[in-house]
């Protein structure tokens, strides 16, 4: 199974902060690379597909870039319903395998 | 607007069993891969089970294997997941998952909406 591994596991942040998520697979997924956000008790949102294209209804301040092995989830100023969990998820062999997740929190 | 409402989840004990169904409306079911993807309580997302869209392959996690059974009814459409010899560590937030693509194993494919999920509880 290909691992993909989160970093941070969590962090802080203020509004209007730049926030980087960093999603790297175990091997190399070319840019089948999912984002998920999920919110406390909510169930998880797709957010961006294929490494960087942003999912109808989703605000332009989130983006997403890589391919491989690396992969990042930017929001550009951070808003108060940012505040949330967020997953990656490789769809390029079975099973798809998701990251642990990087809850961002309010400094 | 796709609609996905889980139903039969509870608190069964240890080596007892449950069916979870999901009754999908606003897209042509039949089309698209469905997969079940549970979470246990604060904890990340696991895929336990998919099902393609005609329903002649599937897909288990090696934890469920032998197990759960998945299904789905093209006519009623609906997606289910038999769950047999429950064990603790099945408890968890059970969430049924529609895919972009009707193979969930077509690369391209992305879990693109998914109901509010129905709990699972397993006590020994």
């Not at chain 1, 902060?17 to 840019?31: E, F, L, N, P």
């Not at chain 1, 999920?38 to 960087?52: D, M, R, V």
């Not at chain 2, 969430?95 to 999920?117: A, E, L, P």
């Amino acid at each position: 199974d290909i691992q993909m591994t989160q970093s941070p596991s969590s962090l802080s942040a203020s509004v209007g902060d730049r926030v980087t998520i960093t999603c790297r697979a175990s091997r190399s997924i070319s840019s089948y690379l999912h984002w998920y956000q999920q919110k406390p008790g909510k169930a998880p949102k797709l957010l961006i597909y294929t490494s960087s294209n942003l999912q109808s209804g989703v605000p332009s301040r989130f983006s997403g870039s890589g391919s491989g092995t690396d992969f990042t989830l930017t929001i550009s100023s951070l808003q108060p319903e940012d505040f949330a969990t967020y997953y990656c998820q490789q769809s390029y062999s079975i099973p798809r395998t998701f990251g642990r997740g990087t809850k961002v929190e309010i400094k | 607007e796709v609609q996905l409402l889980e139903s039969g989840g509870g608190l069964v004990q240890t080596g007892g069993s449950l069916r979870l169904s999901c009754a999908a409306s606003g897209f042509t079911y039949y089309m698209y891969a469905m997969s079940w993807v549970r979470q246990a309580p604060g904890k990340g997302l696991e895929l336990v089970s998919s099902i393609s869209a005609v329903g002649d392959r599937t897909f288990y996690a090696d934890s469920v294997m032998g197990r759960f059974t998945v299904s789905r009814d093209r006519s009623k459409s609906t997606l289910s997941l038999q769950m047999n010899s429950l064990r603790v560590e099945d408890t968890a937030i059970y969430y049924c998952v529609k895919d972009s693509r009707d193979s969930f194993s077509d690369i391209r494919g992305k879990f693109d909406s998914w109901g509010q999920g129905t709990l699972v509880t397993v006590s020994s």
